[in-house]
């Protein structure tokens, strides 16, 4: 079982950045692939980027390729997304997710695990 906690979301202009936290709690977090989604108004839940349990393999939307970046500190049991340049399209709630997986994984059923979110406005 992990229970993941994310933090690190507000209120931003365009332009600005963040940095969002996701604290997973478990012994086996290491064994997990770990990825970030996003939820819009009226939309669906939407992959942003994923890491591989070694968090030696990433992968991004291609939405926020090169303006975001995802890692992770496994001897902190806790997962990071640092976003730069942002836009107010980027306005959304974002969660975290974990998969009992050593591959990447890019889609909202592979998951087991999900986070509350944290909610990121961007204003223009």
């Known amino acids: 079982q992990v229970q993941l906690v994310e933090s690190g979301g507000g209120l931003v202009q365009a332009g600005g950045s963040l940095r969002l936290s996701c604290a997973a709690s478990?012994?086996?977090?290491?064994?997990?692939?770990m990825g970030w989604f996003r939820q819009a108004p009226g939309k669906e839940r939407e992959f942003v980027a994923t890491?591989?349990?070694?968090?030696?393999?990433?992968y991004y939307a291609d939405s926020v390729k090169g303006r975001f970046t995802i890692s992770r500190d496994n001897a902190k049991n806790t997962v990071y997304l640092q976003m730069a340049s942002l836009k107010p399209e980027d306005t959304a709630v974002y969660y975290c997710?974990?998969?009992?997986?050593?591959?990447?994984?890019?889609?909202?059923?592979?998951?087991?695990?999900w986070g509350q979110g944290t909610q990121v406005t961007v204003s223009s």
């Open positions: 478990g012994r086996t977090f290491s064994m997990h692939a």
């Open positions: 997710a974990a998969k009992y997986a050593v591959g990447l994984r890019t889609l909202p059923h592979d998951y087991d695990y």
């Open positions: 890491v591989s349990w070694s968090g030696g393999h990433t």
